[in-house]
């Protein structure tokens, strides 16, 4: 009996055995069932629009050639198709005038060992026009942890997608991962200052080296339903930095919409504007709806928001943040520093923060307050402010200033710092405006006591 039941339990194994072999088979004879060199020549010869990418020969070791060969055909839709394993290829350049739309469950992978230069990207698309890339479901992923150890040489450029000098870009739902540099990075290029009329939607910046996302130069981005987190390996480290190299650089009707930004390891939202002057095109940068946050104490994480370096020569201008949530912030919900009255207005509507200064950052010295107003440089603003509050609220539960000026040691005074904002702290409402606070109205006020919950009779 026991003879008989192992026998039948290794031929019931037989079956299992053979489907796992013919199965490695089957992705082969899949990739060469794909390769249609009659389609592909009709492409090559303009008689035809779309292309399948598998047309040119899926390569499980290396699908490079496949890959840049469908890209380049000038085709105006390329298909990357499901092949049951992933595209793993070296660095790919995009073109102009195409549409390339990834199925569900694709995997586009760098291939380990090589990106061995330090701006390596996995998608470039430099001078490009009218190119959309769109992949609900599908993923595009580097490998971080190689490129931040030796053989590799120390860098921060390696992006997942990057755009210089590109004009009418459309990006969505693709999910960008572990790049060695940023998940998404706009700058200008050759021939154009900046990039423009650029959208991204519906995507996730996961496990970036640098940044999720970095924005150097840019007219007319929009960002909408975005997910930024847990950028981490070299500073800035944050959800998004906007942060231009140049006075010529532009940015010009920024918007961040419906956006989450959650345990990154620098800021949550940075801008930093110290390279722009008087010269620069005026700002207009506004972030609404969206919500910084951290979920993990144990990443450390910086301010939910932060604006810094508006010299005293800086741009001119509008950044806003409007609707926008701060909650269990590392640092503070929100950081404004070496911002000049005289420069770009900062204007916080209706936004809230929550619970700030959740880790213990030994190593900062900063006032632990919800909103910081400081000076660090006054080789940067001896004329600190700018800063207005439409009916913002805080939620705090220690007792502490909930906004203050910090000029440290300076004697300067903070000007033109207005509005209203709401309270909730049990040990009650505080605020602390400096040294001679000039044309400074703002008001902290206590929210109206919370109704005890009624007793069921």
């Keep these: 009996m026991h003879r008989l039941l192992g026998i039948f339990i290794i031929l019931s194994a037989l079956p299992v055995s053979i489907a796992a072999a013919q199965g490695g088979a089957g992705k082969a004879a899949l990739a060469a069932d794909l390769r249609n060199d009659a389609a592909l020549k009709q492409v090559l010869a303009g008689q035809r629009d779309d292309a399948n990418a598998a047309w040119w020969g899926f390569d499980a070791v290396d699908s490079t050639a496949a890959l840049q060969a469908a890209i380049d055909s000038h085709a105006k839709r ?3 198709p499901y092949m049951g394993a992933p595209w793993i290829v070296r660095p790919i350049t995009l073109r102009s005038d195409q549409e390339i739309d ?21 998608f470039s698309a430099v001078g490009v026009s009218n190119l959309t890339m769109r992949g609900y479901g599908a993923t ?89 987190a847990a950028t981490s390996g070299t500073a800035p480290e944050s959800g998004v930095d906007i942060e231009p190299d140049t006075p010529n650089q532009r940015l010009v009707n920024l918007l961040f919409k419906n956006c989450i930004f959650e345990d990154n390891h620098g800021h949550e939202i940075a801008l930093y504007l110290k390279q722009m002057d008087h010269t620069t095109a005026p700002v207009s940068i506004r972030f609404e709806h969206c919500l910084s946050r951290q979920t993990d104490p144990s990443v450390g994480g910086w301010s939910g928001m932060t604006v810094g370096a508006i010299r005293d020569d800086g741009p001119k201008g509008l950044i806003e ?35 700030p200064w959740t880790s213990p950052h030994p190593e900062h010295a900063y006032p632990r307050v919800p909103v910081l107003i400081q000076l660090r440089k006054p080789s940067n603003t001896t004329r600190l402010g700018g800063v207005e509050f439409q009916d913002c609220y805080v939620y705090d539960h220690v007792y502490r200033p909930a906004l203050q000026v910090e000029e440290d040691g300076t004697e300067y005074g903070v000007r033109e710092v207005n509005g209203l904002i709401t309270v909730q ?23 109206p006591p919370v109704p005890a919950a009624s007793k069921t009779p």
């Design 140 to 228: 595009l992923r580097m490998w971080k942890k190689d490129y931040q150890n030796p053989p590799y040489k120390k860098a921060e450029w390696r992006m997942g997608i990057g755009l210089r000098g590109c004009r009418n870009v459309l990006i969505e739902g693709l999910r960008v991962e572990s790049s060695g540099g940023d998940g998404f990075y706009v700058d200008e290029g050759p021939g154009l200052g900046w990039s423009e009329n650029v959208t991204i939607r519906d995507c996730v910046a996961f496990d970036n080296h640098r940044q999720g996302i970095s924005v150097i130069s840019a007219v007319n981005l929009r960002v909408e339903n975005c997910t930024f």
């Design 78 to 80: 390329v298909l990357v």
């Design 321 to 355: 943040f409007v609707d926008c949530v701060s909650e269990n912030t590392g640092e503070e919900g929100i950081k404004v520093y070496d911002k000049s009255a005289d420069g770009a207005l900062v204007r916080f509507v209706r936004c809230k923060w929550s619970n």
């Design 425 to 447: 702290n049990p040990t009650g409402v505080r605020m602390r405006l400096g040294h001679a606070p000039i044309n400074a109205d703002v008001q902290v006020v206590a929210a």
């Design 102 to 122: 990834f199925e569900p469950g694709v995997l586009i992978l760098a291939k380990r060992g090589e990106f061995r230069g330090g701006g390596d990207s996995l």
